[in-house]
């Protein structure tokens, strides 16, 4: 959390160059955007990314939408088929959010992408937003502005209310004009709807020629094959191969270790691997190296992983929720369901 106060500055290139240091430094930055105003962090920085999850209270690490300032720069971090840049073409910037596979090599971090290699992409159509990314170069995670399961915010007020104290600085840019979220399509070997949103999923159809898939959820496949999606589609999303067992007090020969703390388990020397979320016991270092670990313990082609008990307070509480949905069993795929001809 900030150590000051919120800083509210009106928009203006001195308030653009705020933004731009505050997410440079790894701070969080609320500013407004055509849909509502969102709570921004540097997408490359994982560290910046759980402190706004934690800014947010959210209760889950899903995955983030991260916002460019053009097709240019959308187009290094993801890959494009042909509807995919039609859509783009035809409506950025703008309320629609695509989601791409991901580059080789993309910059955003694990934490922003919940360790999926696919990516959720938008280049809003307002002034403000736009003068922050442009100057700041980098992608932008930045979901509403509000703390998790309430109201959307469409002005610098409604942020201030919800965040001061959380985060370092708000960009006031007077009401955001749509006042609803974009609208979320997936478009990973076929375009289907992930969210309904400020852009009509008719005007999608026409553009397309073709009807739009609506994805919903199904558990009725043992085997959890299907598409990876994005901002809170799935029930579980990455998982490592290994096995996954949580709480663990001891260590068995042969499995890794997911620490939390200075104080290990009197048998790690059992383990494997040894990887530390936080030797301080910090939650939000915690979170910001949590895909990464996972990611490193499946290269190392773990059969079995011991996590540590993690306090399940603050962001905790986020931290012990996706390590539960990587122990599960992986029987959550996403559905496509035609609908009838839009019109």
Same mark, same amino acid.
């Given at each position: 959390m900030p150590a000051n106060a919120t800083v509210v500055a009106r928009a203006s290139p001195a308030a653009t160059e705020q933004a731009r240091s505050a997410l440079s430094a790894g701070r969080l930055v609320a500013f407004p955007t055509e849909t509502v105003y969102g709570l921004g962090a540097d997408a490359?920085?994982?560290?910046? %990314?759980?402190?706004?999850?934690?800014?947010?209270?959210?209760?889950?690490?899903?995955?983030?939408?991260?916002?460019?300032?053009?097709?240019?720069?959308?187009?290094?971090?993801?890959?494009?088929?042909?509807?995919?840049?039609?859509?783009?073409?035809?409506?950025?910037?703008?309320?629609?959010?695509?989601?791409?596979?991901?580059?080789?090599?993309?910059? %955003?971090?694990?934490?922003?992408?919940?360790?999926?290699?696919?990516?959720?992409?938008? %280049?809003p159509n307002h002034p403000v937003a736009h003068d922050i990314l442009a100057a700041l170069g980098k992608p932008v995670v930045a979901p509403s502005a509000n703390r998790s399961g309430r109201v959307s915010p469409t002005s610098a007020k409604h942020v201030q209310d919800d965040l001061a104290g959380r985060i370092d600085l708000i960009v006031d840019g007077g009401a955001s004009p749509l006042g609803l979220e974009s609208t979320i399509l997936a478009c990973l070997g076929r375009t289907a709807l992930l969210r309904p949103g400020a852009i009509p999923r008719a005007d999608i159809a026409r553009l397309l020629g073709r009807d739009i898939a609506i994805a919903t959820r199904r558990t009725d496949a043992a085997d959890g094959s299907g598409p990876p999606v994005a901002p809170g589609m799935l029930v579980s999303h990455y998982a490592p191969q290994a096995s996954l067992r949580m709480n663990a007090i001891t260590v068995a020969p042969g499995e890794a270790l997911l620490a939390f703390g200075a104080t290990l388990p009197p048998d790690a020397a059992n383990s494997r691997m040894i990887l530390n979320l936080s030797d301080r016991g910090e939650l939000i270092e915690a979170a910001a190296n949590l895909f990464n670990y996972l990611r490193q313990l499946d290269g190392a082609s773990i059969d079995s992983i011991a996590v540590m008990p993690i306090p399940a307070e603050g962001l905790g509480e986020a931290i012990n929720d996706r390590l539960r949905h990587a122990a599960a069993p992986r029987q959550h795929v996403l559905h496509m369901t035609r609908p009838q001809r839009a019109t």
């Open positions: 490359t920085n994982d560290h910046a %990314v759980a402190k706004l999850y934690a800014a947010k209270e959210r209760p889950s690490f899903n995955p983030l939408i991260a916002h460019v300032a053009d097709l240019a720069a959308a187009r290094r971090l993801a890959q494009f088929d042909a509807a995919a840049f039609k859509l783009a073409e035809a409506f950025w910037p703008g309320p629609l959010t695509l989601v791409l596979p991901k580059l080789r090599g993309c910059p %955003v971090g694990q934490l922003a992408t919940s360790g999926l290699d696919t990516i959720a992409v938008r %280049v």
